[in-house]
């Protein structure tokens, strides 16, 4: 079946420290990846996507490239701001079939 | 373009009354998926409707129901509340025609079973 293992958190960095957050995943057929971001109180917000092998999804300093030969897609950025705090999923959309990671908590201390 | 919403934010509800939650899509988009996201559990996947009809179905017992309207928007409705059913229940539209397709959400829905 299609699922999605993310890393566990919580992640606690300080402010302009790197951040990884991996992800990988299992499909059958070709899957398009995202990485979705929800805020306290709030809904999820897309944050970026790629949809074919090595595809680089990138928005607001995030990255995250589509590995096809690891089936991953790791979340990436160089220097995480204390307004980056949130709970991160990674997902995997294929015919139709939408799957989310457990997500991972992130806090940025200043 | 108004982005997904759901009403109402907030609910509290009594063990054993029932509920009823409504998302109204993204306009042009005909297919709206709800999941309930709990601490513990996390994001989990109840239904998935596409234009009137469910598609896709989780793994939640018969007490978790849906429908789709004509206009796209749905709602679902949960009966025999059980404190177990404490959540924020998120839907989220696409337009469910590529093979593909990314979700938008809406804020949620907020429910509270005392």
């Known amino acids: 079946g299609n699922s999605v293992t993310q890393m566990e958190g919580p992640v606690t960095l300080s402010e302009e420290a790197f951040l990884t957050i991996n992800c990988t995943y299992t499909a059958t057929g070709y899957p398009s990846l995202f990485w979705y971001v929800q805020y306290p109180g709030e809904g999820l917000q897309l944050l970026l996507k790629?949809?074919?092998?090595?595809d680089k999804g990138s928005n607001k300093g995030f990255e995250a490239t589509y590995r096809k030969e690891t089936t991953s897609f790791h979340l990436e950025k160089g220097s995480v701001q204390v307004s980056d705090s949130a709970v991160y999923f990674c997902?995997?959309?294929?015919?139709?079939?939408?799957?989310f990671g457990a997500g991972t908590r992130l806090t940025v201390k200043p | 373009k108004a982005g997904v919403t759901q009403t109402p934010r907030y609910l509290i509800k009594t063990r054993g009354q029932q509920v009823t939650l409504s998302c109204s899509p993204i306009?042009?988009?005909?297919?709206v998926s709800w999941y309930q996201q709990t601490p513990g559990q996390g994001l989990q996947f109840l239904f998935e409707y596409f234009s009137e009809t469910q598609r896709n179905k989780g793994n939640f017992p018969g007490r978790f129901s849906g429908r789709q309207f004509s206009n796209s928007r749905s709602e679902m409705n949960v009966s025999t509340l059980e404190l177990g059913d404490s959540a924020l229940y998120l839907c989220?539209?696409?337009?469910?025609?590529?093979?593909?397709?990314?979700?938008?959400f809406g804020q949620g829905t907020r429910l509270t079973v005392v």
């Open positions: 790629a949809t074919k092998a090595d």
């Open positions: 997902a995997l959309s294929v015919l139709n079939d939408m799957r």
């Open positions: 306009s042009g988009h005909r297919s």
């Open positions: 989220a539209s696409s337009t469910g025609q590529t093979m593909n397709t990314e979700a938008f």
